[in-house]
């Protein structure tokens, strides 16, 4: 019998734990990444939701388990840890190697899904200043990653930017505190990390030349130390203090972020106050948002809605005073009409808040080409039906992360003579299949034609004739071609 | 290349009174291949990081060369941290999966080519330098992404557990692999394991530490033959040693039924705090199976037998106390183990007698727990260690 340690959903045990992750069943696997991997990965449809299931041995499991839960304990963004599988042996009476079980994160994309070779520049940057914002958090939670790339993250649209969340936590570290040497490496990894996997895109033509990625990785910098700074730094102010106390605060909370304790400490003359953030939250407007209308939304999306809401008061102001009051009328009487107007077969596409967020973005748009205001019910029924349709469905965007597709080591286990099979790049690739995927935009979103090649697993028929013999094929020539790498390697270095 | 020296280095996480690391003090010689090693939680990974600019250095200080570095930032410090777990890019060939990061460190083109291909020479790869990593075999990926660490041509790599997520088998197959490229380079590098075994067949010399301090520092055959108290006694070496304490009578030790005679410089080295008693270890191999009415012999159980094919091992239990003040140290009390003749192996639950070496013995305070002779006690397996 395995043993699971974790989770709270028996129905976990259902999974055929004695058998190895690399040869599942189909009808489990939600998408197959591809390719040689540093521990066997895959995506496993359980009970309505998808499970990363990751194969590779007890400690690292059971260490990467215990760090995504101090992290979502301390209220860091990033992927959910479910459980951790001992004691797994097979019919055979083989033990095979543990496995780390994650949340796939409902409506998040891997980068990878996000470009193409339309893809806005802009949207590149909005990933990297999305990834800065996490290390910025993960670094004020004491944590030290230790490979921060574009690879290791997930990304969620947040009203039009972006939000990073942390999938790989297996080379990383908790600390009290960071020093600044930490960070700084880190900081060093992540540019290194993100300049090969933008010269990586370049040179397979998934992204413009004309992008600089030297620039890009400077970018990560500067956004990084700028907030880092704006977070953390001492300032001196010797007038008007009370206001520049309030000032500084408050342009915190603009940031996002919430300021639970400051250090304040008269300069040694005692003509000026020192004054530094000791304890600073992410996500201000967020809980602000909760705290109001319950709702759980990400960082910008909540700036939006809640700029929504203030609105709402202004205009309602004669009748409604209270704001928690006023909150609860808006939730009732705007977002959640708007968000139940979404017909049941288009919910796979967004997460309500964001739906929200673009029906704003349309109303704006019809409002200026109609040069009147045009009511929310409208602008719903418009988006509906004219804009949402062609978006693609987001709810479980699988990719393959870089280190699933390329080997960083010899896939680490005797499976690793079997694991490398060439197969159509079009087949259940849930990346490529997006065509262009819009980003969150400013316009009306652009028109995605070419249609999902995914395919869902239990309806999955098997290969047939011609394509069959070609996988097949294929796959045989690539076993060809590893063997005789294999041969001409030396025993050695 | 350059030497690395920790002087008095010191670590103190805020909060924490003891420190990680204390008090550091350590040489190593240009092109030594240095592993630091000991029981998790005893500083060494804190060690590395400190001079690897990770960790701050709360007193004392850290020199590459001739150079102070324990307040440089990592990306100044020209080291490189060796990772197992570099990407490899499926677009980009070997050659640029090799050198894009000189590309960032402003390195000109011929340059960065030039140092492509020594790198490549060096791990056999110079045929594959414009293919994708993708045509390449497992063990080639692996020197790609080493090959991305030396073309930096950094003083010192460090490596911190690299094989720790490797199956057995490619373990030992790595660590060959690793340690023979190192001595190709001839770069200082500084390699951290819990792994008594890996730290004994890969490092020129070993530090071991424990509770932050280092214990001792020597070559393999060193710390096997001479180890300079209990606890490196009893870390270094698989199966551990046999230690454990016996009262002493005269010159001879009390073991069970007969006496082991100790030497004139034990005997001296001996004080009133040590209340009479000595701890005394001996490794598996210096104990001898015998028959049962062998003088001085005495009984051990099998409770499980080891068999690796070359040599065999005895798990037992001691019924009769050998040991006067009775704490045998190694593998809970009243238990030892013992290498047999793996053609002829007992079986669970049956009685063997052994008696010890004479002269194999490792003597060590009572109280400090310290050795008390110098020189080296060789056993038959000695020879093995390090080589």
Redesign the interface.
């Known amino acids: 019998m395995p043993h699971i340690t974790g989770a709270v959903d028996a129905s976990l045990m259902e999974l055929p734990w004695e058998i190895p992750l690399s040869a599942w069943p189909e009808e489990r696997i939600a998408a197959l990444p591809r390719?040689?991997s540093?521990?066997v990965v895959r995506f496993v449809r359980h009970n309505g939701t998808v499970l990363a299931v990751k194969e590779?041995?007890r400690?690292?499991a059971y260490r990467e388990f215990e760090m995504l839960r101090e992290l979502e304990r301390m209220d860091a963004p990033c992927v959910h840890a479910v459980a951790v599988v001992t004691r797994r042996i097979s019919v055979s009476g083989d033990e095979l190697s543990a496995a780390l079980v994650t949340e796939h994160l409902a409506y998040s994309l891997p980068y990878r899904a996000l470009f193409s070779t339309a893809l806005r520049k802009g949207t590149l940057n909005r990933l990297i200043d999305a990834l800065s914002v996490l290390l910025v958090k993960l670094h004020l939670n004491g944590f030290?990653w230790g490979?921060v790339?574009l690879?290791n993250a997930l990304f969620r649209r947040d009203a039009s930017e972006f939000s990073a969340y942390l999938v790989d936590a297996e080379?990383g570290d908790l600390h009290?505190?960071l020093?600044?040497?930490?960070r700084?490496?880190d900081l060093?990894i992540a540019?290194?990390?993100i300049?090969?996997?933008i010269?990586?895109?370049q040179?397979?033509e998934d992204l413009d030349e004309g992008i600089d990625p030297?620039k890009i990785?400077d970018r990560l910098e500067s956004k990084y130390s700028k907030l880092w700074s704006a977070l953390t730094e001492t300032e001196v102010f010797d007038s008007n203090i009370p206001f520049r106390v309030s000032e500084r605060v408050r342009a915190l909370n603009e940031m996002g972020f919430d300021v639970g304790e400051l250090d304040m400490l008269s300069t040694p003359d005692g003509t000026g106050l020192r004054i530094r953030p000791k304890v600073v939250d992410a996500g201000y407007h967020s809980r602000r948002l909760m705290r109001l209308t319950g709702l759980d939304v990400q960082e910008n999306q909540a700036r939006r809605l809640l700029n929504d809401l203030d609105e709402f008061r202004a205009v309602r102001r004669d009748v409604i005073e209270d704001e928690s009051f006023a909150a609860h009328e808006w939730l009732t009487t705007i977002f959640e009409p708007t968000v139940r107007a979404i017909p049941r077969e288009l919910r796979g596409k967004l997460e309500p808040a964001q739906v929200f967020h673009e029906v704003l973005d349309h109303r704006w748009y019809l409002a200026e080409a109609a040069a009147e205001d045009v009511p929310m019910p409208v602008a719903t029924a418009s988006y509906v039906k004219n804009v949402l349709p062609l978006r693609p469905d987001e709810r479980a965007v699988l990719g393959r992360s870089?280190?699933e597709?390329?080997?960083?080591?010899?896939?680490?286990?005797?499976e690793?003579g079997t694991s490398f099979e060439a197969r159509d790049p079009f087949e259940n690739d849930n990346t490529y299949a997006w065509g262009e995927v819009p980003a969150p935009a400013t316009t009306e979103p652009p028109v995605v034609r070419r249609a999902t090649t995914r395919i869902p697993a239990p309806e999955r028929a098997p290969l047939s004739g011609e394509l069959a013999k070609r996988d097949q094929d294929a796959a045989e020539a690539a076993h060809a071609?590893?063997d005789d790498?294999?041969e001409s390697?030396?025993s050695?270095? | 290349m350059a030497t690395v020296t920790y002087d008095k280095a010191s670590r103190i996480?805020?909060?924490t009174e003891r420190p990680a690391v204390d008090a550091l003090d350590l040489s190593i010689a240009d092109g030594e291949f240095l592993v630091l090693v000991g029981p998790s939680g005893c500083g060494k990974s804190t060690s590395l990081r400190m001079l690897?600019?990770?960790?701050?250095v709360d007193k004392g200080s850290i020199f590459v060369g001739d150079r102070d570095v324990t307040h440089v930032?990592?990306?100044d410090r020209d080291i490189a941290m060796v990772?197992?777990?570099?990407?490899?890019?499926?677009?980009?060939t070997v050659a640029?999966n090799m050198g894009?990061?000189l590309?960032?460190a402003k390195v000109d083109k011929a340059t960065i080519r030039e140092r492509v291909e020594a790198a490549a020479k060096?791990?056999?790869l110079t045929e594959y330098l414009d293919r994708k990593?993708?045509?390449?075999?497992?063990?080639?990926?692996?020197?790609v992404?080493m090959g991305r660490a030396i073309v930096r041509q950094p003083q010192v790599f460090l490596m911190d557990e690299p094989l720790?997520?490797?199956?057995a088998k490619?373990r030992v197959q790595t660590r060959?692999?690793?340690a023979?490229?190192q001595r190709?380079l001839g770069t200082t590098t500084v390699y951290v394991t819990h792994d008594q075994v890996e730290a004994l067949t890969m490092g020129d010399r070993i530090a071991v530490l424990k509770d932050g301090v280092l214990q001792q520092v020597g070559t393999p055959r060193e710390m096997y033959d001479t180890p300079a108290n209990v606890f490196v006694a009893g870390f270094i070496g698989s199966p551990a040693m046999n230690l454990s304490t016996f009262r002493v009578e005269g010159d001879s030790a009390v073991v069970g039924d007969s006496k082991v005679k100790l030497e004139r410089e034990v005997v001296a080295g001996m004080t009133a705090d040590d209340k009479g008693d000595i701890i005394l270890g001996f490794r598996p191999e210096s104990l001898d199976r015998v028959a049962p009415n062998t003088p001085g012999a005495f009984p051990v159980e099998v409770n499980v037998v080891e068999e690796l094919g070359s040599d065999a091992f005895v798990y037992g239990t001691l019924p009769t106390p050998v040991a006067s003040a009775h704490d045998v140290t190694v593998g809970g009390s009243g238990e030892g183990i013992v290498r047999v003749d793996p053609r002829d192996v007992p079986a669970k639950g049956d009685t063997i007698w052994v008696t010890i070496r004479p002269g194999e013995q490792h003597a060590f305070s009572a109280s400090t727990q310290k050795r008390l002779t110098t020189h080296a006690i060789q056993t038959d397996a000695s020879r093995t260690v390090g080589a």
Do not use: V, W
Not at chain 1, 179 to 182: A, E, F, K, L, R
């Open positions: 390719g040689l540093r521990h590779t041995n400690e690292i030290y490979d790339s690879s080379t009290e505190q020093t600044s040497g930490q700084s490496y060093e540019t290194t990390n300049i090969g996997e010269l990586d895109l040179a397979n030297f990785g870089l280190a597709m390329t080997a960083e080591l010899p896939a680490l286990t005797d690793f071609e590893q790498a294999a390697e030396e050695g270095f | 996480y805020p909060g690897a600019g990770l960790e701050d930032q990592p990306k990772f197992q777990s570099y990407a490899l890019y499926p677009h980009m640029d894009f990061a590309k960032i060096i791990l056999d990593p993708k045509a390449l075999s497992g063990g080639q990926r692996q020197r992404a720790s997520n490797l199956d490619l060959t692999q690793i023979a490229l190709r």
